[in-house]
């Protein structure tokens, strides 16, 4: 058996669903530890939204409380340390380090903990997770109105990020890297390809979107908040093509992205502490146009 730590936000979510499906293909068995949304007894604890269960179409099974404390009984922790010094006992815990680590595909009996968001790990399964991630049906009409208005434009999806990305804790992590710049760029590199693009824009800062996009060929969407903020990601996937920001959520609406013939465009540091050369980023993320912070396309696609 396989186990995966759940954390974070919907990105981070569906990147773990994304490695289980990734492991089913390879004939693993596969339990989902959700563990950090649920109690011992299913209840929700106080602590970010299980957004995998309001998706539709998602398999996957769930580890036992047993099955938990049997893997991580070889954690880090003195106790488990002096405990397998004794016996012998190897950790089950794995954790994720660097971009991409494809040595994960042949292990067994482990505990995978990490965010696993390399493209690499599910380009051969992409269509696979475009059919079984579905958004439950919107009530708002404003949804549906976009989505017919994104598929009658060459419509583009913007993502700019702010608020935690503000902060000192996470400042230091992803700052400086979707500057303005990068978007300038962006946008300059989706108008040399595309005949009259529509950029749509999406922010969880929306006074500071209508203050900086302004211009014809740009429009606000600011409607979906709260728990309805997913409708986002599904808008982003039905733009023709996608402009991203370095978070999770963008790059899944480009992942979901259907439309043949698209451009993903994602800055080329994902965040400050990244070790990867732009080489590798490339291998890692064939398919993309990968910008740097001062708006230069380092690669393309």
């Known amino acids: 058996m396989i186990i995966i730590h759940v954390m974070g936000g919907l990105g981070n979510q569906l990147y773990q669903y994304a490695l289980s499906e990734k492991l089913k293909t390879l004939g693993k068995e596969v339990k989902l530890d959700l563990y950090a949304y649920k109690d011992a007894l299913g209840e929700d604890r106080e602590w970010r939204p299980l957004e995998l269960e309001r998706l539709e179409g998602l398999e996957y099974e769930v580890c036992t409380k047993e099955e938990r404390t049997l893997f991580l009984d070889s954690s880090m922790k003195l106790t488990d340390r002096v405990r397998r010094k004794l016996t012998g006992r190897k950790s089950k815990v794995v954790n994720e380090k660097g971009d991409y680590m494809p040595e994960i595909f042949a292990m067994d009996d482990v505990y995978l903990y990490g965010f696993w968001g390399c493209e690499r790990y599910y ?55 979707c500057t303005e710049d990068y978007y300038e760029g962006a946008f300059d590199y989706i108008r040399s390809k595309v005949d009259t693009p529509v950029f749509y824009i999406f922010s969880d800062d929306a006074e500071y979107a209508r203050e900086h996009f302004q211009k014809p060929d740009m429009r606000i969407v600011d409607w979906n908040t709260g728990e309805d903020s997913m409708y986002d990601m599904e808008l982003m996937s039905h733009c023709k ?33 990244e070790t990867a050369s732009p080489e590798e980023i490339h291998e890692n993320w064939r398919g993309w146009a990968l910008l740097n912070a001062v708006g230069d396309v380092v690669y393309e696609g």
């Open 123 to 177: 380009r051969d399964i992409i269509a696979l997770l475009q059919e079984k991630i579905q958004f439950p049906p919107t009530a708002n009409p404003a949804n549906h109105e976009a989505i017919s208005e994104m598929e009658r434009t060459n419509s583009v999806s913007v993502h700019i990020r702010r608020k935690d990305y503000l902060t000192v804790a996470d400042g230091k992590r992803y700052m400086g890297i």
């Open 241 to 273: 093509h996608n402009i991203c920001a370095n978070s999770t959520f963008s790059i899944w609406g480009a992942r979901l992205n259907r439309h043949r013939d698209k451009l993903m465009v994602r800055p080329l540091h994902h965040d400050n502490y």
